[in-house]
């Protein structure tokens, strides 16, 4: 599907787009994330539900200050921004949320861990579920 991939950073820097795959937990850096190049500051046709990472640099040449982010591709050819970062530390900031991105193929709804158990089951009962504690 059609996607305007966005170009972080100023066009005479370095910048790229990568359709990532894969990540891997134990690199810091850009080499943690796998997958094929796409090119940047226009329409690509790529496909719904990849996780798209753009990569930019503004400032001089002698002091380049990097920037990226993460995006979800939508079904109906929308990116969602799901994490930025900036500086030299932009790929460890980046690399567990992309992991937890990648690993969760439905990244559908929220996050409730922070709720208590028996908050959750007490609205699944108001709701009519059964619920039944695994042996």
Same mark, same amino acid.
């Given at each position: 599907?059609?996607? +305007?991939?966005?170009?972080? %950073?100023? @066009?005479?820097?370095?910048? =790229?787009?990568?359709? &990532?795959?894969? &990540?891997?937990? *134990?690199?810091?850096? %850009? =080499?943690?994330? /796998?997958? +094929? !190049?796409?090119?940047?500051?226009?329409?690509? @046709?790529?496909?719904?539900? %990849?996780?798209?990472?753009?990569?930019? +640099? $503004? %400032? #001089?040449?002698?002091?380049?200050?990097?920037?990226?982010?993460?995006?979800?591709?939508?079904?109906? #050819?929308?990116?969602?921004?799901?994490? &930025?970062?900036?500086? $030299?530390? =932009?790929?460890?900031?980046?690399?567990?949320?992309? /992991?937890?991105?990648?690993? @969760?193929?439905?990244? *559908?709804?929220?996050?409730? *861990? *922070?709720?208590?158990?028996? @908050?959750?089951?007490?609205?699944?009962?108001?709701?009519? !579920?059964?619920?039944?504690?695994?042996?």
């Amino acid at each position: 599907m059609p996607i +305007e991939v966005p170009l972080l %950073g100023d @066009d005479r820097r370095r910048h =790229w787009a990568k359709l &990532v795959t894969g &990540v891997d937990t *134990s690199k810091a850096t %850009g =080499w943690a994330y /796998a997958g +094929e !190049f796409v090119l940047d500051g226009g329409v690509q @046709d790529l496909p719904a539900g %990849g996780l798209l990472l753009v990569y930019g +640099e $503004r %400032g #001089s040449a002698q002091n380049p200050r990097p920037e990226a982010a993460l995006y979800t591709i939508g079904p109906d #050819s929308t990116l969602t921004l799901e994490a &930025v970062a900036s500086g $030299r530390a =932009w790929a460890r900031t980046l690399r567990d949320r992309a /992991a937890d991105l990648l690993g @969760d193929p439905q990244r *559908s709804g929220p996050d409730l *861990s *922070s709720i208590h158990t028996d @908050d959750l089951i007490d609205e699944l009962r108001r709701r009519g !579920f059964r619920t039944e504690p695994e042996p």
